[in-house]
């Protein structure tokens, strides 16, 4: 299933149980529900990984605290590289939460920022500190 690992990054509602679609590591038609769970039932590991993987996802698409406070709180250790982003997600809980309650980013900001070194990288060497601001103004018009 290395082809089909998109499968596993869509949302449950995405994997549409009723249109089957031709896989071809498997090589039939199947829909992608049946694909996931045909993995998810071989693996047992995996099958706890997906399903904490979904509930952390919703939880930030539907902007709900709660939700992912509990997933965070009652997720137990499988050994598995699912362990390091939980645990990342613990020591960095508030900020994530935070996250989910608001809707203020720094992402434009950082944006602006990345804009502007690239800038001063591309055009090292200008003969007048002037000319550089005007290029940033230009930028931002």
Not at 24 to 40: H, P, S
Not at 84 to 93: A, C, G, M, P, S
Not at 115 to 140: H, M
Request: proline letters at 3%.
């Amino acid at each position: 299933m290395k082809i089909q690992w998109r499968l596993f990054h869509l949302k449950q509602t995405e994997l549409h149980p009723e249109k089957p679609v031709y896989l071809w590591e498997i090589n039939e038609y199947m829909t992608k529900q049946n694909a996931v769970d045909l993995i998810t039932s071989k693996f047992t590991d995996f099958k706890g990984v997906y399903q904490t993987y979904q509930a952390i996802t919703q939880a930030l698409r539907e902007r709900d605290p709660k939700l992912l406070q509990a997933v965070l709180q009652n997720y137990q250790t499988t050994n598995t590289e699912m362990d390091t982003t939980i645990n990342t997600l613990r020591k960095n809980q508030q900020a994530v939460i935070n996250n989910t309650k608001y809707e203020f980013s720094n992402g434009p900001l950082e944006e602006i920022n990345w804009k502007i070194k690239t800038l001063k990288r591309t055009c090292y060497g200008f003969a007048n500190q002037n000319f550089f601001f005007l290029r940033i103004d230009c930028l931002f018009a």
